[in-house]
């Protein structure tokens, strides 16, 4: 599974953003997909996952202003951003899990910076 991160850039707070992953390879394998972050010194964090069936995951610090939604006909995740913070300042990541067999892929980083 390969897995391209695209959107990230700079914005102001309060802003918005979109994230995209398109997923290519075995991804009829692929079980759950997610967006992490990550800032310098810090370890990656989980911003929001979907799995196959469809419940999300919300990290606390995104809950009422991240979606995460997965279009399976496109191969693409997503994650709407709003009322962006400085605090989501961070290097997105998106994450692919597979069935079989059980592995977890990452796509190559998307920087979202936003300022105060």
């Known amino acids: 599974v390969q897995l391209q991160a695209s959107g990230g850039g700079l914005v102001q707070a309060g802003g918005s953003l979109r994230l995209s992953c398109a997923a290519s390879?075995?991804?009829?394998?692929?079980?759950?997909m997610g967006w992490y972050r990550q800032v310098p010194g810090k370890q990656r964090e989980l911003v929001a996952q979907?799995?196959?069936?469809?419940?999300?995951n919300y990290a606390d610090s995104v809950k009422g202003r991240f979606t995460i939604s997965r279009d399976n006909a496109k191969n693409t995740l997503y994650l709407q951003m709003n009322s962006l913070k400085p605090e989501d300042t961070a290097v997105y990541y998106c994450?692919?899990?597979?069935?079989?067999?059980?592995?977890?892929?990452w796509g190559q980083g998307t920087l979202v910076t936003v300022s105060s």
């Open positions: 979907i799995p196959s069936d469809g419940n999300t």
């Open positions: 390879g075995s991804i009829l394998s692929i079980n759950v």
């Open positions: 994450r692919a899990i597979t069935r079989v067999p059980i592995a977890a892929y």
